[in-house]
């Protein structure tokens, strides 16, 4: 390949980097544990709700 042409493989992600590298801070941040707990407390209310069904 000569020099003179460009594939636009690293040059073009570059941006994309760089976007979803960057912290807003309009951004609704959540705590991971509280993310899994709430899965966790919606998982067993669903079973709550199909044992109390029947």
Known sequence: M?????????????????????EDRNAIRLDPKSIVAFGLLFGVGVLVLNVVAF
């Open 2 to 22: 000569s020099s003179g042409q460009n594939s636009g493989g690293l040059m073009s992600s570059a941006g994309l980097v760089r976007y979803f590298d960057a």
